[in-house]
């Protein structure tokens, strides 16, 4: 069996706890190896000398897992390679909530199951996100948690037009809307007032930033569904497009962007017998 470790040297300073990690799992006797998720060259992060760094996407051609080490981001980032190669992915939380993540630093010990089989497998939805401008396909990504549109730092609220399947769920304005998945529902979308889904359902999710209408109200709709958000052409407004949090992608008024559910999965390890209400309670401060 064949593990890649993906420390954020940015979370894992020193790759301490990926280095932990690599020990475990050669006592058990799996094979790793060590890759980099981004580029870090020319920053101020300092990387052990003795670490032999290996390419992301040429490991995991044979890999049966990606272990990531950081927060909720980090696991986003590298869901991309993974989904491309079949490669689940499990997270070490080394961030703030980590909610995707499976283990706590504390908990390294778990991964010598791995060797044995002992773990389970989610599948989690995605999104596909198109940019339509006068009917061209002008940006596409897929989202596993959520594709956020929102107004620019000091612009005014935006107009906006949602549709399911081209037929309208509601017009307003505002500071924009989230379409997200099961995934993306504990994120920014519960921040803005969106329902909390279980992430193992197959959901999209629409809610909207802050909109100047009463009867503006979060939707989740079936995983059949093609969601269309259409810009107004009002004039002085800037809306921006970010894909689980990545860069933001300009809109010009009159653009369409279209959401639906893609063919492709995100497949999260599972170490623990913690439930999704344990991860709630846990990480958001219930009762």
């Known amino acids: 069996m064949k593990v890649v470790l993906s420390p954020n040297p940015y979370r894992d300073r020193g790759i301490k706890a990926a280095q932990s990690a690599e020990r475990i799992l050669k006592n058990a006797g799996v094979e790793t190896a060590m890759c980099l998720p981004f580029q870090v060259e020319g920053t101020?992060?300092?990387?052990?000398?003795?670490?032999?760094?290996?390419?992301?996407?040429q490991e995991l051609k044979d890999a049966d897992m990606l272990i990531c080490f950081g927060g909720d981001g980090t696991i986003l980032h590298a869901a991309k390679d993974a989904n491309a190669c079949g490669v689940p992915i499990l997270g070490v939380n080394l961030g703030s909530v980590g909610f995707m993540a499976e283990l706590e630093q504390s908990e390294l010990s778990h991964l010598s199951k791995i060797a044995a089989g002992r773990y389970t497998v989610e599948s989690r939805m995605m999104l596909d996100v198109t940019v339509r401008r006068e009917g061209k396909s002008v940006?596409?990504?897929?989202?596993?948690?959520?594709?956020?549109l929102t107004k620019g730092a000091v612009a005014r609220m935006v107009d906006l037009e949602v549709c399911a399947d081209q037929m309208r769920i509601f017009s307003f304005s505002s500071d924009g809307v989230i379409v997200s998945?099961?995934?993306?529902s504990t994120a920014y979308s519960m921040s803005a007032g969106g329902p909390i889904v279980e992430p193992t359902a197959e959901n999209i999710i629409i809610t909207p930033i802050c909109p100047h209408a009463l009867s503006a109200r979060s939707f989740v709709l079936g995983k059949e569904r093609t969601v269309s958000v259409k810009m107004g052409r009002a004039a002085r407004k800037t809306t921006y497009l970010s894909v689980d949090g990545g860069?933001?992608?300009?809109?010009?008024?009159?653009?369409?962007?279209?959401?639906?559910?893609?063919?492709?999965?995100?497949?999260?390890v599972r170490l623990t017998n913690r439930s999704f209400y344990d991860i709630l309670n846990q990480k958001l401060g219930g009762a």
């Open 44 to 57: 101020n992060v300092e990387l052990p000398r003795h670490i032999r760094f290996l390419d992301t996407q």
């Open 139 to 148: 940006y596409t990504d897929i989202a596993l948690n959520d594709a956020a």
């Open 181 to 184: 998945t099961p995934t993306g």
């Open 247 to 268: 860069k933001a992608f300009k809109l010009n008024g009159g653009d369409v962007v279209e959401l639906k559910m893609s063919a492709s999965k995100t497949h999260l």
